[in-house]
């Protein structure tokens, strides 16, 4: 198959609003919700990579952000919020916690940020470093380490009992691996596909474990959506093979993941003593909108909201991009990413969606 050219950044999920299922949060005995930290990729990263001087994984320019307050541009690959935002207000915060590269630069205001949680996600990365190596971003390793500064600086204002207790409230999410698989496809391996998702497991394995060895429990992980019905991928598929429709090897590669990681987690449960989780899977809440469109608001499924070309999906959502008449009716902004839209509907249905779409228990279960 043809290489794909434009940063892998990737396209998410939503799905459907089910209050039924929902616990309610309860904060914590002093009235302050336990801290949420997010690690992962453009599908939550708030601005993180627009720190990166070199980064070219970058969304920090109009339209992006035509529907943020002011209508900003914050370096979200969204017209408006995303999911991490959208689950950051179910926790009652604002929106997502602040990117850590951001707290960063505020000296001494740093620490009452900390409380409410950090962002860690950075667009283009993955699972494994070499993942968005060449554009720049960090991956989720290197979050990880800056996850770990945190928890320094949290031991250093309240001690490490405080730390360990409080950590142990909190909630990571962690949204990332399409860009693995894009990765792989980009690639052209040879590799056999089952080899490469053990590769992509085991380093999950890697990466939980070291946050659980952090003082991390509650884990709300949101697997791959059907990256092969990206705006890009349906391009892709016209192109290489003629046809309209999404790319379907990739989406197999998606599934064949989801089930994997399904298994490690249970395995991980068992291992690991007071491990939580919560794994939402983002495959089926995205192919079920994409087949019921109408029943959830969108008329569009297939091209992006905002880009050039076939099925607005040849060029990046930029000034010169046209824009479509109703972003409220589209499921993606641009050739990677969701609309703030569906990015709302993706975080209803992991607060509270039954187990048919996050299991085995929901965000709100996991928190609680
Ligand atoms: C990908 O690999 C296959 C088989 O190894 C080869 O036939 C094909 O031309 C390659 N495609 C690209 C774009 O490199
Ligand atoms: C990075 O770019 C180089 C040269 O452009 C290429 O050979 C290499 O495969 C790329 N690596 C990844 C991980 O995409
Ligand atoms: C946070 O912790 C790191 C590592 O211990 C330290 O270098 C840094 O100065 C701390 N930052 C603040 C604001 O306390
Ligand atoms: C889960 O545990 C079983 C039994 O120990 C093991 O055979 C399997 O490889 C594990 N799978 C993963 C993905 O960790
Ligand atoms: C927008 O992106 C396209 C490529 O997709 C590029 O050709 C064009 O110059 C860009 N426009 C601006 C204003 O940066």
Not at 71 to 86: E, K
Not at 259 to 273: E, Q, R, V, Y
Request: proline share 6%; with cysteine; glycine share 8%.
């Amino acid at each position: 198959m043809a290489n794909i050219r434009i940063p892998a950044l990737v396209c998410l999920f939503f799905s459907m609003v089910l209050g039924t299922y929902a616990t309610l949060y309860s904060p914590s005995a002093d009235g302050m919700p336990p801290p949420i930290f997010i690690l992962g990729d453009s599908t939550a990263d708030v601005g993180t990579n627009s720190y990166l001087p070199h980064s070219k994984a970058i969304a920090n320019f109009p339209y992006n952000g035509i529907d943020f307050p002011n209508s900003r541009p914050t370096g979200r690959f969204s017209n408006g919020f995303n999911s991490a935002d959208y689950l950051g207000k179910k926790f009652g915060l604002k929106r997502s916690p602040a990117p850590f590269l951001s707290l960063l630069t505020l000296g001494s205001r740093f620490k009452k940020h900390l409380f409410k949680g950090v962002n860690f996600a950075s667009g283009g990365a993955g699972l494994l470093d070499t993942t968005g190596s060449n554009l720049t971003v960090i991956p989720l390793s290197e979050q990880i380490a800056q996850f770990s500064t945190v928890r320094d600086n949290l031991t250093a204002l309240i001690g490490s009992d405080a730390t360990d207790t409080l950590l142990s409230k909190s909630l990571f999410f962690i949204s990332t691996g399409s860009n693995d698989i894009f990765g792989y496809f980009v690639a052209n391996s040879s590799m056999p596909q089952e080899k490469f998702i053990s590769i992509l497991i085991c380093a999950y394995s890697d990466h939980i474990t070291t946050l659980y060895n952090l003082g991390a429990r509650k884990f709300g992980i949101i697997s791959i959506p059907p990256v092969g019905c990206c705006p890009s991928q349906r391009r892709l598929q016209k192109i290489v093979n003629g046809v309209d429709g999404c790319f379907d090897p990739m989406n197999d590669l998606a599934l064949d993941f989801h089930s994997a990681l399904d298994t490690l987690l249970g395995n991980l449960s068992t291992g690991l003593p007071g491990l939580k989780y919560s794994l939402g899977n983002a495959f089926r809440m995205t192919i079920d909108v994409i087949s019921n469109a109408r029943a959830f608001g969108f008329d569009n499924v297939d091209s992006a909201c905002c880009g050039s070309g076939y099925l607005n999906a040849k060029g990046i959502c930029n000034l010169t991009a046209s824009l479509c008449p109703d972003r409220r009716k589209y499921l993606f902004w641009d050739l990677f990413h969701p609309t703030n839209k569906a990015s709302n509907l993706a975080a209803e249905t992991l607060y509270s969606g039954p187990p048919y779409y996050v299991s085995p228990i929901n965000f709100a279960q996991l928190a609680s």
